[in-house]
């Protein structure tokens, strides 16, 4: 099935068996091998891209259910020589140990900081109120990413930082 | 996964016309819950008519000052939505209280309702499980299990519905509206959209094969006050051993039976003076325990008290 998706910018028109996942896609038909696959079932978040501008699981998703969209995966975040800040903030504050789940930690943060600007709830908020930037909210915002190594209070950290809002 | 064709709906009646003209047809929303058993092989639908961008997104204000919420709004939408936080705030709680960030990003409203089991045995292809194949039997009876259901089970099949959102719409006494085959468009109970597991585990809604869920209606703001409280072994990211939702008089119960389960045993007890425990104990008198599940006894009537509580504040 033809499909077009501008991933990072470019427009990658591809001829698809429609069992291809988004996540697949990426990997194996455009060989951005940045987004990774830990359990292919939604529960790692190792797979984590933005789809216009939203973080979803690309794993569970049809490469074919994107046929128009625009997909930003790690490498279109930043490069070696022009990190995101948010890149930047793991290197700092040395986020990750075997780095497996960083490029799908990385653009999930980007979506919470998103998240929380767009006033989306959470359960660790009162939904009632403005969606805040805190420790606790950040944790339980970054659920959906498992890290294997534990590199949990490091990723909080970075996480704050980038949106500049360290103790 | 086994091969399929794939076609993006134009409209809802054509979506629904595809549905019923193409053997083994299913429709796909945001897919987190088909394409999860569908690489399983649990599901294997022959043709999948796409829905995800039909345009049925949209919250609206009803006339009577209730809400029609499409049945693809994804289920952030819905909890981030203004009318949502400040009139239904249970539902709001009760949507982010269940899976991830991304997940609900992608997942509808209609999807997260028909949404299938966690059992483990359903998901474990090498088990006998009535759900993915009638008549088999069910491994969850001699399995190990402590998410089995304790309501209105029956002995083909013990799993639980494990959406957090039916939970909270079945106690705003939600109406669920859809399309049905020879396009109609009727709306009845969310109450009644889920069945017991019975004899037949495999039909789990009272939908007709083809019908399309259109929106989900909130009624107008109901009196009293709303909670929704999840019990779970993680903080986040896990799914519910129990939970509650309060609104006003009316109380409904998740991951205690295969669906959604409207107490209304307890909030007749409650409505003629009884303690929450004494309303729970009313509720749960016919609960079938096993060893690993017992546990949900006590676990369910705290949490009621305690959400009871809290919606009165
Ligand atoms: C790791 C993980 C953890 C999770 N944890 C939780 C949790 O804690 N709480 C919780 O509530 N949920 C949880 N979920 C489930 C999640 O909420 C569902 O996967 C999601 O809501 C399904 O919505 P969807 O749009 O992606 O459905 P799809 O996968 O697209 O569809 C699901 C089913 O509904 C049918 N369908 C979809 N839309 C319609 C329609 N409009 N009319 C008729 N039929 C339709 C499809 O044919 C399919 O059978 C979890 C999921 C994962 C993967
Ligand atoms: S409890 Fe139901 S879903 Fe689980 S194995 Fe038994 S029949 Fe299957
Ligand atoms: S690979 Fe997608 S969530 Fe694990
Ligand atoms: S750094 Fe190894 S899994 Fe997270």
Redesign the interface.
């Known amino acids: 099935?033809r499909t077009t998706i501008t991933v990072n910018g470019e427009a990658r028109s591809l001829d698809l068996?429609?069992?291809t996942?988004l996540l697949d896609f990426l990997r194996e038909k455009v060989a951005l091998t940045g987004t990774k696959k830990g359990c292919?079932?939604?529960q790692c978040?190792a797979c984590?891209v933005l789809v216009n501008g939203?973080?979803?699981?690309a794993c569970?998703?049809?490469a074919?259910?994107h046929?128009g969209d625009e997909v930003t995966t790690i490498e279109g975040l930043g490069a070696p020589e022009a990190l995101h800040p948010m890149q930047q903030a793991f290197l700092t504050h040395d986020a990750f140990q075997c780095g497996y789940c960083t490029p799908g930690q990385i653009c999930?943060a980007v979506?919470?900081l998103a998240?929380i600007k767009?006033?989306?709830?959470?359960?660790a908020g009162d939904?009632?109120a403005q969606a805040r930037l805190t420790a606790d909210e950040v944790?339980?915002?970054?659920?959906?990413?498992i890290c294997r190594c534990s590199a949990y209070p490091q990723i909080v950290d970075a996480i704050l930082d980038a949106a500049g809002n360290l103790p | 996964?086994k091969?399929?064709?794939?076609e993006?709906a134009s409209d809802a009646k054509a979506a629904v016309q595809a549905a019923v003209e193409t053997p083994g047809a299913r429709f796909?929303a945001?897919?987190?819950n088909l394409?999860?058993l569908m690489?399983l092989e649990i599901e294997q639908p022959q043709h999948?008519i796409?829905v995800?961008r039909l345009p049925m997104a949209t919250i609206e204000d009803t006339a009577d000052g209730g809400l029609r919420i499409g049945a693809m709004a994804s289920n952030?939408k819905v909890?981030?939505d203004a009318r949502v936080?400040?009139r239904y705030?249970v539902l709001?709680?009760a949507i982010?209280?269940g899976?991830?960030?991304?997940?609900r990003?992608?997942a509808s409203t209609g999807g997260n309702l028909l949404q299938r089991t966690r059992c483990p045995y359903f998901y474990d292809t090498s088990k006998p499980c009535n759900k993915r194949q009638p008549g088999a039997g069910c491994a969850a009876l001699e399995g190990h299990i402590r998410e089995s259901a304790i309501l209105g089970a029956s002995r083909a099949c013990i799993a639980v519905h494990p959406s957090d959102m039916a939970v909270a719409l079945v106690a705003l006494d939600a109406s669920v509206e859809t399309l049905t085959p020879s396009g109609e468009t009727r709306s009845f109970p969310l109450m009644e959209l889920h069945r017991l597991p019975g004899e037949t585990p495999h039909l789990e809604t009272h939908l007709i094969p083809g019908e399309l869920i259109t929106a989900v209606v909130l009624p107008p703001l109901p009196e009293g006050g709303q909670q929704y409280r999840k019990a779970r072994d993680?903080?986040?990211?896990a799914t519910a051993h129990a939970s509650v939702a309060v609104v006003g008089g009316r109380i409904a119960l998740g991951g205690l039976a295969h669906k959604p389960w409207r107490a209304a045993d307890a909030e007749a007890a409650l409505a003629s003076g009884a303690t929450a425990e004494e309303a729970m104990g009313v509720e749960l008198k016919d609960a079938t325990l096993r060893d690993e599940n017992a546990f949900k006894v006590p676990l369910a009537t705290r949490l009621v008290a305690a959400t009871l509580r809290e919606a009165a504040q």
Do not use: C, W
């Open positions: 099935m068996d429609p069992r996942t292919d079932h939604g978040g984590t939203v973080r979803i699981n569970l998703s049809l074919v259910m046929d999930s979506g919470v998240e767009a006033d989306i709830p959470s359960h939904v009632g944790r339980e915002r970054m659920s959906g990413n | 996964m091969p399929f064709t794939y993006r796909i945001g897919g987190t394409l999860d690489k999948l796409d995800g952030t909890a981030a936080r400040s705030r709001s709680q982010v209280s899976a991830s960030g991304q997940l990003n992608k993680r903080a986040s990211y």
